[in-house]
């Protein structure tokens, strides 16, 4: 009896035993098929995130690594600045492993988590492609940083060989992946003397003089010695923009005068004076209309900045409320010419604070004397502009630059003549 009690405990015991691993069994492979699941789900997720981040047109989402692909194994090899715009290659078989994107007519990738997705490339401002290249290269170090106006575009573990498009106290400019970026002369090896280009440069520029523009059809009046009918304007601008013209900025004019820059022969300056009747509702319009450049000296203290507002005008001062006759002795009586240093400084503070702190200043009547310049000296000007009807050389004092004044008489002839 004790022998079958033991036998049928043994039975028991091996009975519960395999039931025990039977149900072991069966929740391993439960949770081994729950974990596969899962691991498929996750799969599935990362498959998407990747294929989600892929477009043809992207921009980085941060400062990120760029890659190349030795034998399969991805190397970092440079680095590529926040808001970059990228084209990729086509890419129609996404897998998991595809953590790495090309960019287009590149040996460069980037990782996908460093980029989204944008519906076109912003319009690239290609006004540098006007300038004439040095006969000089910069040679860089093995490892180059090219610059935008944001900071860090590129930086690559090599050396380049480019052609100098603008010479800085601190750095030099080239075109690299359709832009114009800078280079820090500190990762600059050697300039090279090369033959770049023998097209004709620039020798000197005429910075010309508008003030207010009407339409005679609506019946406006003004003084034809200082205005100029729409048509007129219309004229000039048609002028140069058949003939091929840059309308030069304030940064291209500061360059020419210091030598470094070279800019077509065909170039000229567009100013317009205090910012009264028409040049928001005649320039404006046409300047957009024929897509040339020109500069606002604006009078704060009568007229409104926002008034003003237009991707074809720069806007820079003409003094807060400066521009009253009779406040110092000769010529018109500019104020700027013998008014308390203090009360100028604080006229020309306001203006600079209005206008984006600019440092380029027009003369009200054109007068000045030593006194007005070593207060917009002071003031934290760097340039000034007066009359004297003629042309703007390298080395010109830059607070002195002349300017040719049109009135209402001047005939396209004569512009054309002015500007040639």
């Not at 604080?346 to 003369?363: E, G, H, V």
Request: aromatic letters at 12%; one cysteine or more; a neutral charge.
């Amino acid at each position: 009896m004790k022998k079958k009690t033991i036998a049928m405990f043994i039975i028991c015991l091996i009975l519960l035993i395999g039931v025990i691993i039977s149900i072991y069994i069966i929740n391993k492979k439960n949770q081994l098929a729950k974990e596969h699941e899962l691991t498929l789900q996750k799969q599935e997720q990362l498959l998407a995130e990747i294929k989600g981040k892929y477009n043809k047109l992207v921009k980085t989402n941060k400062e990120a690594k760029l890659f190349s692909n030795l034998d399969g194994q991805y190397v970092e090899s440079g680095r590529i600045g926040d808001k970059i715009e990228l084209t990729l290659e086509d890419m129609p078989n996404i897998t998991l492993e595809t953590k790495y994107f090309k960019i287009k007519d590149k040996e460069y990738y980037i990782h996908y988590d460093d980029i989204d997705k944008i519906e076109k490339l912003s319009k690239k401002d290609d006004r540098y492609k006007r300038y004439i290249p040095f006969n000089e290269n910069i040679v860089t170090k093995d490892t180059t940083t090219f610059y935008n106006e944001s900071g860090l575009a590129y930086t690559f573990n090599k050396s380049f060989n480019l052609p100098i498009l603008i010479k800085e106290e601190n750095k030099y400019y080239v075109e690299f992946e359709g832009q114009l970026l800078s280079v820090k002369k500190e990762d600059v090896i050697r300039v090279e003397v090369v033959d770049n280009s023998k097209a004709e440069t620039l020798k000197s520029v005429s910075v010309v003089a508008y003030h207010f523009f009407y339409d005679k059809k609506a019946g406006e009046v003004c003084d034809e010695t200082i205005c100029h009918t729409t048509d007129q304007f219309e004229s000039h601008l048609k002028y140069l923009k058949d003939n091929n013209y840059l309308t030069m900025t304030m940064k291209e004019l500061d360059l020419f005068i210091d030598g470094n820059i070279k800019l077509p022969k065909k170039s000229v300056v567009i100013t317009i004076d205090d910012g009264a009747m028409g040049v928001s509702n005649k320039a404006i319009p046409l300047l957009e209309k024929y897509d040339l450049h020109a500069t606002l000296f604006l009078i704060t203290a009568w007229f409104k900045k926002q008034d003003f507002i237009s991707p074809n005008l720069e806007i820079h001062s003409h003094g807060d409320n400066l521009h009253n006759p009779g406040i110092c002795p000769g010529g018109q009586g500019g104020a700027i010419k013998c008014l308390d240093k203090e009360e100028l400084l604080k006229d020309l503070a306001k203006a600079r604070s209005i206008l984006d702190n600019t440092t380029i200043f027009c003369y009200p009547f054109y007068e000045y004397n030593d006194y007005a310049i070593s207060v917009l000296k002071e003031a934290g000007f760097t340039m000034a502009f007066r009359g004297g009807e003629t042309k703007v050389k390298p080395g010109v004092d830059k607070f002195k630059i002349p300017r040719f004044t049109f009135y209402g008489s001047t005939t396209l002839s004569q512009f054309i003549a002015t500007i040639s």
